[in-house]
């Protein structure tokens, strides 16, 4: 297999700096090739491409912004590999990544796959604390590669693995966003390919975010579930319902404790410590563990309540989505 790395990248030319610095220092022999796509950026990084010109075989391409779904796209098919390694352009590489896909691939070929994501050190600690909530089997991030199954695996394309013949088939990312890689991952399901979880084929995703945007982000993807639900019926989950509920029985938990009937709030009080000890344990640090619960805070809140709203309008007032929601749709 020839690998080609496809890597959109928008008004961000710092994190391609630090992404492409990690891709030059890997361990293995495997040859491969990197493609930038710089998708209608006004700060764009050809700079820092012709920094990795001799130490990378790198290919720099810019278009219109039309978003990452389409930009991906765009880098796949002027790629020269037969197989492609989707990254965010805020992600680290581990210097043995490219082996550990190899030999995963080899041990079981798959036509798409996906990894987890993880934190390095020198993050700060809201990256920290954003990172373990994201990736916590105590909060919906457990799906990202820590508790849902290693088969029909959901890859997210922070981190993921298509051949080229997959991507052929199924024509690519949509133009949903968020929402693009479930979707991608369903419709490669539909046409016969299999996708899996590589455990070991982490990155160090470093994500630059606010607490405000954290709450735009995570609730733009409660927005975007009931409409690939919608979609894809059949692949509905009643856990998809949790961060909804979660905020749903918070609201009630509030309304009773001022009705002197303090019991269920007791539950929510012990979920937020146990989730405090966790973080506190695994980072070993208290600030990031008081982050970590403020974070599962805004990530219940923002996914439930972007949730509650899109299941309104997709399935009691029956609007089309890109009428509900223009916002989570490209222009293509």
């Not at 479930?182 to 016969?192: C, E, H, Q, V």
């Not at 990530?299 to 890109?322: C, D, R, T, V």
Request: proline fraction near 5%.
């Amino acid at each position: 297999m020839y690998f080609s790395f496809i890597i959109p990248v928008y008004n961000r030319p710092d994190e391609i700096d630090e992404l492409l610095d990690s891709l030059s220092k890997f361990t293995s022999i495997i040859p491969f090739e990197v493609v930038v796509v710089e998708d209608g950026s006004t700060i764009t990084c050809d700079a820092i491409i012709e920094k990795y010109q001799s130490k990378l075989t790198l290919s720099y391409y810019f278009k219109p912004n039309s978003g990452p779904g389409d930009s991906r796209n765009y880098g796949m098919r002027v790629a020269k590999g037969d197989y492609f390694l989707i990254l965010d352009s805020d992600c680290i590489l581990p210097a043995d990544y490219l082996t550990q896909v190899e030999r995963s691939l080899k041990a079981e070929y798959v036509d798409c796959f996906g990894g987890p994501d993880a934190a390095l050190d020198s993050f700060s600690d809201i990256q920290k604390a954003i990172n373990f909530t994201m990736t916590s089997f105590l909060t919906t991030g457990g799906i990202r590669g820590g508790s849902e199954k290693v088969t029909q695996f959901q890859p997210r394309s922070f981190n993921m693995g298509l051949s080229k013949k997959a991507f052929e088939a199924s024509n690519g990312f949509g133009n949903i966003h968020p929402g693009e890689d479930p979707d991608l991952s369903i419709r490669l399901w539909n046409l016969g390919f299999k996708t899996k979880l590589i455990k070991n084929a982490f990155v160090y995703h470093k994500r630059r975010i606010s607490w405000d945007k954290f709450q735009i982000q995570v609730n733009k993807f409660g927005k975007a579930r009931p409409i690939l639900n919608a979609w894809y019926p059949e692949h509905a989950k009643i856990t998809f319902w949790f961060p909804g509920l979660f905020v749903i029985g918070f609201g009630l938990s509030f309304v009773l404790l001022l009705l002197n009937w303090p019991y269920f709030m007791a539950l929510y009080a012990g979920y937020f410590l146990l989730l405090f000890l966790v973080s506190w344990i695994q980072n070993k640090n208290s600030t990031i563990a008081s982050y970590s619960v403020y974070a599962a805070i805004i990530q219940f809140y923002g996914y439930g309540k972007g949730f509650l709203k899109s299941y309104y309008k997709i399935f009691i007032l029956k609007q089309e989505p890109e009428v509900a929601f223009p916002e989570l749709f490209f222009k293509k």
